[in-house]
């Protein structure tokens, strides 16, 4: 051992190399400061008095499986300069940390590869050191994304825990970046990132969006000149919310135990898209035989079908007849939840034929959603709500493996 090997090893530089000993399987490495080359931390002048040390060790880059660690008596002194009584810097750590800069940017390159678990697990240190520094890093890039470019956006919710605890999410359409991360949901999540966004210059042209109206009067307000569009994701998703409502009213009407059994077994086949339906497993046969039985089931379905046209039309005043027509359909039907259906669509009608103006959707979006789900399922990674908005911030990014 030297000191020349230290530097070239552990990134340690400038300290005397004293000892080597190998307690419990670890491999620790006693090094000493030059007792000529104390410097006052505080004004960097060389006049100082020693005020005695404080042994502190650091957590340093393993050899292969062994842990090893680097023990420093730090020096305290007191500068004859400016009067502070201080130890002296420690280049090869961060303050505050109880590991070495070369152990955290292994960390980090490990982190390219392995989880956050398998990291700690193979340094061994615990899952909170590996994600402080992953958090660090996350933060230094992605905590302020820059807005300046910013033209067609998404904006959504999503549930982050039980008891319906939301964050908002503002996502570049463009280049899929995850741009700010709010708290909860509504137009007050979004008053941070309207903070942002003013001094940055951007020029937002449109915003996708559900039809709730949990940012709608938000987005008016501070882009009076965006277009809305009410996207084609969040009408399907919702009309699919009420074709199950509507399954399950029948099923709970229904008497005969033959129709219930068919009737539980269309929960997805009806909310599939016709083409994707799969003939290996008769899907087909299936949906039509539930069909049968249930006209109001049926003229929902098929309604829901030919809503999706909605979005292929060849411009927006095919889209507007087109529009117009399925709302009277679906008045006319006489059943529940299409009236609402229709209701809804009627009072959303210039924001979703906006769609023929500005040709954008949430879909992107559904792909961050569900990494998110993902991640949501490890539940350590929702305990630390900065470190969620980080993650999220970041989760367009390939350099980590952010699921897991
Ligand atoms: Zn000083």
Redesign the pocket.
Known sequence: MSTSFLYHAFGIRGYDYIRTEYPNAQVIFTIAQDPHDRR?P??G?RDVISRGHAERRFRSLPIGRRPTAVVLPIPRVE?R??G?VRQVKVPFADPRRSYTKAFERYALELLRHMTIKDVARHLDVGWDTIKDIQKRDLARRYAKPKLKHLRYVAIDEIAVAKGHRYLTVVMDLESGAVVFVGDGKGAEALKPFWKRLRPSGARIRAVAMDMSGAYQAAVRAHLPKAVIVFDHFHVVKLFNDKLSELRRALYREATDVQHKAVLKGTRWLLLKNAENLDPEKDEKRRLKEALKLNEPLATAYYLKEDLRRFWEQPGKRFATTFLDGWIRRAEASGIKVLQQMARTLAAHRSGLLAYYDVMISSGPMEGTNNKIKTMKRQAYGFRDREFLKLRILAIHETKYVLVG
């Open positions: 006052c505080a004004c002048s500068c300069g400016c502070a």
